[in-house]
């Protein structure tokens, strides 16, 4: 069966407090014990075009140039996932962006305490998720290869 979702992909941000505090390992291994496929993976320096673009939905808001200015403060590490739902699988994974309330098991819940200091940036729909990934990555920067694990990831009938 040749089911179309499993190439369905989403942007993850590790952020400079994850970067700053040596999270980048644990946050790449809970994406790689869920049995997702990274596709790309690059550190990054944002600027503010890229931000102003990424954070639209926030730009009135009053905490957006602090939120701008946090998020330069060091690289971040870009990643694309590829999976089946894996845009609301990563959401899932990540937890609600107020950290101290995120659930206990999320990368958010477990890792962090912040609102605006969250670990993690992860696409919040399939249609941002496509704009997204192509805003932080070029089309050469994304590899298409086999992952052997599928055969035990997912069922015949998920791929
Ligand atoms: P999300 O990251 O969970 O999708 P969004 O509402 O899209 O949350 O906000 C993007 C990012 O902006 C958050 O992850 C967080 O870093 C920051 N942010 C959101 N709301 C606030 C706030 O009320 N104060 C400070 N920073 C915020
Ligand atoms: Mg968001």
């Known amino acids: 069966m040749n089911f ?28 790689e014990r869920k049995g997702l496929k990274m596709i790309g993976i690059k550190m990054m320096s944002l600027d503010d075009d890229l931000l102003k673009n990424h954070y639209s939905h ?40 107020k950290s101290r309330e995120a659930e206990a098991g999320s990368i958010r819940g477990d890792l962090a305490m912040s609102v605006s200091c969250n670990v993690v940036h992860a696409s919040d729909s399939v249609e941002n998720a496509k704009k997204e990934v192509e805003r932080f990555f070029k089309p050469e920067e994304l590899h298409d290869y086999r992952k052997s694990d599928y055969e035990h990831v997912y069922a015949e009938d998920e791929k």
């Open 4 to 31: 179309d979702g499993i190439n369905e992909k989403t942007l993850v941000l590790v952020k400079p407090d994850a970067i700053q505090r040596g999270l980048i390992g644990e946050i790449i291994g809970r994406f």
């Open 58 to 97: 926030l730009a009135d808001k009053p905490f957006f140039p602090s939120l701008s200015k946090f998020m330069k403060s060091s690289p971040v590490v870009a990643m694309c996932y590829e999976g089946l739902e894996v845009v609301n699988a990563v959401r899932l994974l990540c937890g609600i962006t």
